[in-house]
Every structure is written in structure tokens, then in C-alpha cells.
């Protein structure tokens, strides 16, 4: 079974550049997350979609990252302007179902796309 | 709504077993435990549901107290491969959404 695709591995850009991370989650599999892993801290819950309705973006910063999952399959997440701030690992993940402790279900993580803002 | 995890870094000699705990303010569905190695994405250990269960994998479990909203990861015997670093990710019901919020990690090393 093919695992959770993302591209690209790295990306090195200078402050307020914009830059695209592309995800391709497990087929099947109605949730996508995107979390943001900063050096030594855990995982951060940027946007969740439910095939290709938002559920929850409360913690993405609206006016600098948009996100989309167009047809419910793969998506992108879009730096505009970065900061130095953002520098972080850009994790893509994807479950089967939405209520996972209902359903006993699992995230899969993508290697995720390390992002350097100089 | 970030669960804490204790302690935030353990050292052992392999064989040696170790306990991490995470707890959270907020009422949860599920507890789920991740391992990451350095470079790596997170990988799943095991879910845990409400309901106070305990679970096993080899000689690595978990336990869950819903009352008092916390989870332990418990390793006994720890092999090399073990090393890495430990999340915690608790489900809870934020603004209308149900969402995996993860704790800040529990670094561990396994020397020889």
C-alpha cells in the first residue's frame, strides 16, 4: 500500500517569498490534516479537511497560509509572504474517517517538506 | 488545548524500562501514542478509547484514566530501537471539531 506522498523534501526561500507544499494522502482516505512541527516541539494542527470541506483551520494563519483539496484527493498548503518564523517541518497526514476514536483509526504521516526561511 | 507530556527527555540503559505520561485539560475521545526518529515522520504506536482500556505491544502499553484525563506510555525492557522521541496526540471537541492535538514530545535515548 503506498504511504502518504509529499513533495518537495526541502525547501530553502528568503523572507516574504511565497512557496507551495503539494500532498498526496493514502487512497481512501476521506481526512487530510496539515500540521506544523517546529524544531523540538510537537506536532501543530495547521487545517483539517473531510474530503474536500475545511473542518477545522482555526489555527492556520489566514493571512499568510491558504490551504485547498480540490476533488477531495491530493492538496496544497501556500506560504505568502514567509516569515523566518515559518521555518518548520510541513507534515501532510491522512486517516480513513474523521472520528477517530470512534472508529479506532490511525494518522499517517507523509516525511513531511522541511522548510528553511532565511 | 495541548496536552503536557512528562518528563520531556529520559536517558536509559538498554533493558531498562521507562513510563511517560500525558495529560490534558480537556475532556478526551481517544488518546493516540506516535514514535518519531530523528528526520522521520511520526509513526503510530497504538489508539486508545474511552472507556479506561489498556493496551499492549510487545513490551511497550499504554493505559487510560478518562476521569482523570491522562495516559501513560509504559516500556519495559528497552531496546535500542526504542530511542526517539514520544507524542501523545488527545482527541477533543474544539469550537465543533473533532481534532488531534498533539503534546510537545517526549525525547528518549537508549544507550548500550
Known amino acids: 500500500e503506498a504511504g502518504v506522498a509529499q513533495s518537495p523534501r526541502y525547501k530553502i526561500i528568503e523572507k516574504r517569498q511565497s512557496v507551495a507544499f503539494w500532498c498526496n494522502p493514502i487512497?481512501?482516505?476521506?481526512?487530510l490534516y496539515w500540521y506544523q512541527q517546529i524544531l523540538g516541539q510537537g506536532p501543530k494542527l495547521l487545517i483539517q479537511?473531510?474530503?474536500?470541506?475545511?473542518?477545522?483551520d482555526s489555527q492556520l494563519p489566514k493571512d499568510r497560509f491558504s490551504a485547498e483539496r480540490l476533488k477531495g484527493v491530493d492538496s496544497t498548503l501556500k506560504i505568502q509572504p514567509a516569515k523566518l518564523e515559518d521555518s518548520a517541518v510541513y507534515l501532510c497526514?491522512?486517516?480513513?474517517?474523521?472520528?477517530?476514536?470512534?472508529?479506532?483509526?490511525?494518522?499517517?504521516f507523509g516525511s513531511g517538506t522541511q522548510l528553511s526561511v532565511l | 488545548q495541548q496536552p503536557v507530556q512528562s518528563p520531556q527527555a529520559v536517558i536509559l540503559r538498554e533493558g531498562e524500562d521507562a513510563v511517560i505520561n500525558c495529560s490534558s485539560s480537556?475532556?478526551?475521545?481517544?488518546v493516540h501514542w506516535y514514535r518519531q526518529k530523528h528526520g522521520e515522520a511520526p509513526v503510530f504506536l497504538m489508539i486508545?478509547?474511552?472507556?479506561?482500556e489498556q493496551k499492549g505491544h510487545d513490551k511497550i502499553s499504554a493505559s487510560f484514566n478518562e476521569k482523570k484525563q491522562q495516559s501513560s506510555l509504559y516500556l519495559t525492557a528497552s531496546q535500542l530501537s526504542y530511542s526517539g522521541t514520544y507524542f501523545c496526540?488527545?482527541?477533543?471537541?474544539?469550537?465543533?471539531?473533532?481534532?488531534?492535538?498533539f503534546g510537545q514530545g517526549t525525547r528518549l535515548t537508549i544507550n548500550p
Open positions: 497526514a491522512s486517516s480513513l474517517v474523521w472520528a477517530l476514536g470512534r472508529t479506532n483509526e490511525k494518522l499517517f
Open positions: 487512497s481512501g482516505h476521506a481526512t
Open positions: 496526540g488527545t482527541e477533543i471537541w474544539v469550537q465543533g471539531a473533532q481534532k488531534l492535538v
Open positions: 486508545l478509547l474511552k472507556g479506561g
Open positions: 479537511f473531510q474530503n474536500n470541506g475545511v473542518v477545522d
Open positions: 480537556k475532556a478526551l475521545y481517544s
